[in-house]
């Protein structure tokens, strides 16, 4: 009985890891401005280019800039479950979003595009100053930003994407990142920055 229970435990420990891996923050926050910039623009090819140069500036940079840190020792995993690791990535990821955003008001980007990117720029301002104190989930308020755009820009097909946002938070309950409260308060704030922001700009 013993053997089997620690069988079950296993088996959702590494079903969580593959969601964790999965459903990391950059893995669902790169693309998001490319499908908005295809969906929205005519011709759609224009668009889905500047929602690539946003995926670039935006999420493919920082990410390279936090497995660059892991590669120097500077944070345990890419994931950065250390909070006290977290301050010096984060700022400098709000930098490059928001450098990409002036290159894209600045060149006339399509405004669903530019509203993706001013959305997630928000969500990071709002979670740099509670990370300092405390360990709020970037998971969660990740996929909660992504799927509130995603609604706000696809309709009622897209919340059929939300119970990947309850999915994702048992993962990191599960693997004990954070605590019940941690990932709630992600969603809460990824949902409350990301859809009035971008259903206002968008």
């Known amino acids: 009985m013993a053997?089997?229970?620690?069988?079950?435990?296993?088996?959702?420990?590494?079903f969580a890891r593959l969601v964790t891996e999965v459903l990391s923050p950059f893995h669902v926050v790169i693309p998001l401005p490319a499908v908005v910039g295809w969906h929205q623009s005519h011709p759609a090819a224009a668009g889905l280019l500047w929602g690539l140069f946003a995926a670039v500036s935006g999420g493919v940079l920082p990410y390279a800039l936090v497995l660059w840190r892991v590669a120097r020792?500077?944070?345990?995993?890419?994931?950065?479950?250390?909070?006290e690791q977290r301050l010096v990535p984060l700022a400098l990821s709000i930098a490059l979003v928001l450098g990409g955003i002036v290159v894209l008001v600045l060149a006339?980007?399509?405004?669903?595009?530019?509203?993706?990117?001013?959305?997630?720029?928000?969500?990071?301002?709002?979670?740099?100053?509670?990370?300092?104190?405390?360990?709020?989930?970037?998971?969660?308020?990740?996929?909660?930003?992504?799927?509130?755009i995603l609604t706000a820009e696809f309709g009622a097909w897209a919340w059929a994407c939300w119970p990947l946002l309850a999915l994702v938070g048992w993962s990191r309950i599960v693997l004990r990142d954070h605590t019940p409260a941690q990932v709630v308060?992600?969603?809460?704030?990824?949902?409350?920055?990301?859809?009035?922001?971008?259903?206002?700009i968008g």
């Open 3 to 14: 053997a089997k229970a620690a069988r079950s435990r296993a088996g959702e420990s590494r």
């Open 185 to 200: 308060a992600g969603a809460v704030a990824g949902t409350a920055v990301c859809w009035p922001v971008y259903a206002l």
């Open 73 to 83: 020792g500077q944070a345990n995993d890419r994931h950065i479950t250390r909070r």
């Open 108 to 148: 006339g980007a399509p405004s669903t595009v530019l509203a993706v990117q001013i959305a997630l720029l928000g969500m990071g301002v709002v979670m740099l100053p509670i990370t300092r104190v405390w360990k709020i989930s970037f998971h969660a308020a990740a996929v909660a930003g992504a799927v509130s």
